[in-house]
């Protein structure tokens, strides 16, 4: 049986072969790899490393520069919440806390690891604030009872 380090590594190779090796492909690489583990592995970064030729550091560069990339798995599904001054000034910390009491902490996968949720910065969306995403559509006005549908689906 294949260690799992070694099985990341195919898999994110692979990847690799249907995205292109090309360093410009990198991001494109990162998302898909974002979508299939929840996060970046390191093993994910050694076969960019190997098979793109782009450093372990200039990965993690990357990962910890984009708010929708991260180096720790989160749920399959994230609701990001707005914490902007204009979301702030409309109720985000408030939602914020609504979704630490629903979906628990901050960045953490709930139990059946599907879902989680994080602060973000500015999505765009000022003239709906709070806003949101939602499994990467937004949700604009966020309200409490938007949290509540989504953790209940968790519960
Ligand atoms: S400040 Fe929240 S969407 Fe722009």
Avoid at 33 to 46: M, T, Y
Avoid at 116 to 129: E, V
Avoid at 142 to 150: M, S
Wanted: aromatic content about 4%.
């Amino acid at each position: 049986m294949p260690e799992p380090g070694r099985e990341i590594m195919d898999r994110v190779g692979a990847l690799i072969d249907e995205t292109g090796c090309e360093r410009t492909q990198l991001l494109e690489v990162l998302h898909r790899v974002q979508a299939e583990f929840q996060h970046i592995p390191r093993a994910a970064a050694e076969a960019i490393e190997q098979r793109m030729n782009v450093p372990v550091a200039d990965t993690y560069g990357l990962v910890t520069f984009y708010d929708l990339l991260t180096e720790h798995p989160v749920g399959r599904s994230v609701l990001r919440i707005c914490e902007d001054v204009p979301c702030c000034l409309h109720g985000s910390d408030q939602m914020a806390e609504e979704a630490a009491k629903r979906l628990g902490p901050e960045g953490e996968p709930s139990a059946d690891g599907g879902v989680s949720w994080t602060r973000c910065a500015c999505l765009g969306l000022c003239d709906k604030a709070p806003a949101a995403l939602w499994r990467e559509q937004p949700l604009a006005p966020l309200k409490v009872h938007d949290i509540e549908g989504i953790g209940d689906s968790h519960a």
